[in-house]
């Protein structure tokens, strides 16, 4: 017996109506719980919930006292996962990390004592003042979601992500990012200061000295399955293109009549960029309560995933361009479908 076309139109309608209540849900009370703590950065915030239900990687840039760990630590606690924080030093070790062999006398064998990396959430702090040889055991956690001890392989927990914070200022003591470990960040959120209002609610908040408790509203399986919804969210054809638009104008900026950031720009953004520009706004999309992704979203998330993706020129220095001012340009000169 053939089913109903009624009744399947309206089961399907319902669906889709859970599935965006779900995302509305976590956006509202995931960001709730975070302002219990943090005031304003409503970008950044909505930014780590899309990593998080993309199970990409975040790079956090901004001058010291703005909360970046803070802003990690609150959204940490208001999931119910594991997490650890690593403060980034130039003498640390990949040992330190990762873990190492040691010699249990109990048995005449060595085993592993697995390092801070075991965990869920990552918080690592001041990430460009390690050395490069602690940055390659960083990027094979984040790209092989495992680590190499001794010669053998331990997978990593489930749900996995690092987040990162450096300060763009200071250089003395630090070693700068390689690209091939920018490019594994799905984004690179930039904390800027607050307004006068925003800070003078800061101040209120803290003047107490009390640590303000934040509740825990979101579990690891409400995130696992936002992620598979998140995977089902429709991406049509004509946004796909525009995506991968996107993207060769800032490999090809002569063909989209942007002749004029062609010396600006010493390489573009590399496919990395085309795949997680597609998740972000299908993140964003679920977030807004929808089952499909819009133009608007993938503009929204364009700056996060690209700036940190694209080489400026010595001359783009010169005339104070930077990557934002060139990915600007290009969602100017690209038109949206």
């Avoid at 009744?7 to 859970?18: D, F, L, V």
């Avoid at 004592?113 to 960083?138: T, W, Y």
């Avoid at 499909?292 to 996060?304: E, G, H």
Wanted: glycine content about 6%; proline content about 6%; overall charge negative.
């Amino acid at each position: 017996m053939s089913s109903d076309p009624v009744e399947t139109e309206t089961t399907s309608q319902a669906r889709e109506r859970t599935a965006g209540s779900r995302g509305s849900r976590i956006l509202r009370t995931v960001t709730g719980a975070v302002h219990e703590r943090i005031v304003g950065q409503d970008d950044a915030v909505e930014g780590l919930l899309v990593a998080l239900l993309t199970g990409g990687h975040i790079l956090l840039e901004g001058l010291p006292g703005l909360a970046k760990t803070l802003m990690v630590r609150t959204l940490a606690e208001a999931i119910h996962t594991g997490f650890r924080r690593i403060q980034f030093t130039p003498d640390l070790l990949p040992t330190d990390i990762v873990g190492t062999p040691i010699f249990d006398q109990s048995t005449g064998q060595f085993r592993v004592q697995k390092g801070p990396i075991f965990s869920n959430i990552i918080l690592a702090d001041e990430i460009n003042r390690a050395p490069p040889k602690v940055q390659a055991a960083l990027l094979e956690a984040m790209e092989e979601r495992q680590v190499t001890i001794a010669g053998e392989s331990f997978p990593l927990d489930v749900p996995f992500m690092v987040l990162a914070t450096q300060n763009p200022v200071e250089l003395h003591g630090t070693y700068p990012l390689a690209e091939a470990q920018l490019d594994r960040f799905a984004m690179k959120l930039q904390i800027g200061y607050p307004d006068r209002a925003e800070e003078k609610a800061i101040v209120r908040r803290v003047a107490g000295g009390v640590p303000i408790p934040v509740e825990t509203v979101v579990t690891v399986d409400d995130i696992a399955e936002a992620r598979r919804e998140v995977a089902s969210v429709r991406l049509e054809d004509a946004v796909l293109d525009y995506i991968v638009e996107l993207t060769f104008a800032t490999r090809e900026p002569e063909t989209y009549g942007l002749s004029e950031i062609g010396t600006l720009i010493e390489y573009g953004a590399s496919p990395r960029a085309t795949i997680f520009l597609t998740r972000a706004a299908r993140a964003r999309a679920f977030l807004r309560g929808r089952d499909f992704v819009m133009p608007d979203d993938v503009k929204a998330m364009a700056l996060q995933v690209m700036r940190h993706r694209l080489r400026t020129t010595y001359e783009a220095d010169a005339r104070g361009v930077d990557s934002d001012d060139i990915v600007r340009r290009v969602l100017e000169a690209v038109p949206a479908p």
